[in-house]
């Protein structure tokens, strides 16, 4: 028993000594504000701070409201320090702040917390300062005082500039005008931080969008305006076509890492073409009653990188329509589309270019367009990838095919190339029109492309007009034809296409013209080439139409394909037993006829080589009952060869030549031929 309680004792004593060790150890701190821990918008409360500990220690300074840290390591003894903390703009008055202070221990991490509180000061530091009128003298304003806009302020011919931290707050109906006098230059620099932001905002005490007016900038802006991490917010209750920032005329203003919300209107409108930013970069604007930003064709290129956007109501930026005329313009990619509310003309006499970035939405209002080189010279260069498809739609909340008209190139345009788009619910000019439009001599790249919902044609490339590429496309729901274009650039429509349709007869149209290229090829596509009126295959030098095994020809009522009429021309069409080549009519399936189309005519300058093989040819011989589908006139002699071929449902003969000629015919079957199957004359 006595044992047992000397062992307790034992206890006992050691743990009041290890007790009475670790004590010792414990770091120490001592925190003292250096003036009253009181402060406001910008001011900064001092705290001193005294460290003792037996260990190298580390101290962590936090608060409750804000980022504002501080983490330092102390070798073992005393160390002194000081924390500053700078009063951000975004308390009320009298909130207190608690400031948790922590030292700790590397080693045995114990660790001593002090706490102490920061008191906003009151209704501010400083003085209330009443801003109206005309300012020509340069002034700070500062974060301590209580800045008071009333009415409309003019700065004409100085600098104000504004501290950071500092609040500005507008009475009703209250505007800057910053520059109205074009012959006195004024700067307004605003240049908040990240911590301490500079705020425009109402004086209303329960603010709500439209208090207060507009800042808006003239021609007598000095483009050293800057704004920087400031607020703006519960404007734009001017009128209806306004905004919180206006930029007139030949003004530029910069602004970075600024947050515009709650607008009546607009959040910023450059309201001439000339207008611009010299930087936007990395603003937040939202809950915009109407556009987020409004300008012009000329200055879209100045919304910058890294914006985040927020569309409340499907505006988007709004682009008014106009010129643009640059040399080397990008629209950069946004977190909102582009709206076109009328017509963007790309053109100068100089050549302009427009590049849309990947990944954009450009939007149209009802009847907006895009014209390139319209009258002067110009390039449209809309390539997106894969994995940033750039999309061209309407801007309706209910879309539907023929919103807006489409995009239109004229002769001065070159170069123009779309990669990775999406064309929708345009096609609304006309309906002889279509969502893309090149006039003669246009060349253009259409690649890995979507083209939908046209209420016309999907392409239309007027005579003269070619596609330097034009391979991996997707059409569907067009409610033309999906491609109207000239014999000479069927060409270019090249591999990888899928033109979808219900409808067995939709394809791409050939209007009457002449292919007279030396050696093309018509590839194979999964939808029919449709001949509307004649088309010629001949050139002074010889043209050679190859027609890829697989591919189908059909004819509106009376088409027809004139080879060597008055020059020198030839048709290869080598199908196989798989792939056949058919000639036969545009009608609906169930509505096809004989006659439906008139025939293939050959004459005398018809070049050796002429070639049908494993051919069909069906609902033809209309244009005469003494023709056939297959027409040769005399002196072809034995340059063509017409061989394992069908021939059937001919309102005339099958095939007709003169009997002085010699055509290879052979391996070739009849059926519902109207006149003789081989009419030789």
């Known amino acids: ?7 307790f004792s034992l206890i006992a004593i050691f743990a009041i000594t290890l007790n009475s060790c670790k004590k010792d150890k414990e770091p120490t701190i001592t925190v003292t504000p250096v003036e009253d821990a009181t402060g406001w918008f910008g001011d900064d409360v001092v705290f001193d701070i005294v460290i003792n500990s037996t260990e190298d220690v580390t101290l962590t300074v936090t608060n409750e409201h804000d980022a504002q840290t501080l983490t330092e390591s102390y070798d073992a003894g005393e160390s002194t320090t000081q924390f500053t ?8 008055d009298g909130q207190e702040i608690k400031v948790t202070f922590v030292v700790a221990n590397q080693e045995t991490e114990l660790s001593t917390t002090v706490e102490e509180t920061i008191t906003i000061a009151t209704g501010g530091t400083g003085e209330d300062v009443v801003h109206e009128g005309t300012l020509t003298e340069d002034e700070i304003w500062s974060a301590g005082d209580n800045h008071i806009i009333d009415g409309t302020l003019y700065l004409e011919g100085n600098t104000i500039t504004i501290e950071a931290g500092t609040v500005i707050k507008m009475n009703a109906g209250a505007k800057i ?51 920087q991490y400031c607020v703006f917010e519960y404007g734009g209750g001017y009128a209806d076509y306004s905004a919180m920032i206006v930029v007139n005329g030949n003004t530029e203003i910069a602004m970075d890492y600024c947050t515009l919300r709650y607008s009546e209107t607009s959040g910023a409108r450059l309201n001439d073409e000339n207008a611009r930013f010299s930087s936007f970069t990395n603003n937040t604007i939202s809950d915009i009653t109407k556009n987020p930003i409004y300008l012009e064709a000329n200055n879209a290129d100045c919304i910058g990188t890294n914006n985040t956007i927020t569309d409340e109501g499907s505006y988007g930026i709004f682009v008014d329509g106009g010129t643009m005329n640059k040399d080397d313009a990008t629209w950069k990619v946004q977190t909102v589309p582009y709206i076109i509310g009328g017509t963007v003309y790309v053109e100068s006499a100089s050549g302009a270019i427009l590049t849309i970035e990947a990944g954009n939405t450009i939007s149209f209002r009802d009847g907006a367009e895009i014209n390139v080189a319209n009258s002067d010279f110009g390039t449209l260069i809309a390539n997106g990838t894969s994995s940033n498809p750039i999309t061209f739609t309407s801007a309706n909340a209910t879309p539907s095919a023929g919103d807006w008209d489409g995009i239109f190139m004229y002769e001065g345009c070159t170069n123009s190339s779309f990669k990775y788009c999406t064309f929708e619910y345009g096609g609304g000019y006309a309906d002889y029109s279509a969502i893309i439009v090149a006039s003669s001599g246009v060349e253009f790249a259409v690649e890995n492309s979507t083209i939908k919902y046209s209420e016309a044609y999907g392409i239309v490339l007027d005579d003269g007009a070619s596609f330097s590429s034009f391979q991996n496309n997707t059409m569907s729901d067009i409610a033309n034809e999906f491609i109207y274009l000239s014999a000479n650039a069927v060409d270019g429509v090249g591999t990888g296409n899928d033109f979808q349709s219900t409808l067995t007869n939709k394809g791409i149209k050939i209007g009457s013209s002449t292919m007279d290229k030396p050696d093309v090829t018509w590839l194979n596509q999964n939808a029919p080439y449709i001949i509307q009126g004649t088309v010629y295959i001949e050139s002074t030098s010889g043209t050679t139409l190859t027609i890829e095994a697989g591919t189908t020809i059909s004819f509106y009522e009376g088409g027809q394909i004139d080879v060597a009429n008055s020059n020198y021309g030839k048709i290869v069409a080598q199908g196989t037993a798989d792939n056949k080549i ?16 008139d025939g293939i005519f050959l004459y005398d300058g018809t070049s050796n080589g002429t070639i049908f093989d494993h ?34 449902y001919s309102e005339a003969h099958g095939i007709s030549y003169d009997g002085s000629d010699n055509p290879t015919i052979s391996g070739n079957t009849f059926n519902n031929i109207a006149g003789e199957d081989i009419n030789i004359r």
């Open 1 to 7: 028993m006595k044992k047992s309680i000397f062992i």
């Open 85 to 92: 903390y700078t009063v951000p703009n975004d308390v009320t």
């Open 177 to 227: 005008n910053v520059g109205n006098n074009p012959d006195a230059s004024t700067a307004l620099i605003a240049e908040g931080t990240e911590a301490q932001p500079i705020t425009f905002t109402s004086s209303n005490a329960s603010p709500v969008a439209g208090d207060w007016h507009y800042i808006s900038f003239d021609e007598g802006t000095s483009p050293n305006t800057t704004f």
């Open 582 to 597: 058919t000639f036969t009519s545009s009608a609906p399936a169930g509505d096809q006829g004989e006659g439906d189309w």
């Open 615 to 648: 051919c069909v040819f069906e609902y033809g011989g209309g244009y005469a009952a003494y023709s056939a589908s297959l027409y040769m006139n005399s002196g072809v002699g034995t340059k063509v060869t017409v061989t394992n071929s069908l021939f059937e």
